[in-house]
């Protein structure tokens, strides 16, 4: 790409809005989509009761650009030693562990919806 003014003293190389380093070389375009911090952010929390009397803990309002969801899943399912998926930008885990959800969440940063 040429620019208007490239090779002039009024060229001046674009820089990251994130990081303020030139374009060039800062390393955020591999960082993907920038996240809000979990302190700005509210999950909610509810336990569905599905097929067959099946339990499910679902994690809700949470918008999947702010937020890394797919991280989110690993993280919960690590805490609650279940299975788990994310269903559109839901997260589902297998079990009734709402509290534990809430506890894990909290501890990471989310406020919780009442
Ligand atoms: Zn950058």
Not at 48 to 68: E, I, N, Q
Request: net charge positive; aromatic share 4%.
């Amino acid at each position: 790409m040429t620019r208007l003014f490239a090779g002039t003293p009024f060229d001046i190389p674009p820089r990251c809005d994130r990081c303020g380093e030139l374009e060039e070389s800062c390393g955020c375009e591999s960082l993907g989509p920038e996240r809000l911090p979990a302190e700005k952010q509210t999950a909610k929390v509810r336990a569905d009761r599905r097929k067959h009397k099946r339990m499910v803990t679902v994690v809700w309002g949470l918008d999947p650009v702010d937020c890394d969801l797919k991280d989110l899943l690993s993280k919960l399912k690590a805490a609650c030693g279940s299975g788990g998926s994310l269903q559109d930008d839901q997260i589902e885990l297998q079990g009734d562990h709402a509290a534990r959800v809430k506890k894990q969440l909290q501890e990471i940063g989310f406020k919780i919806a009442k």
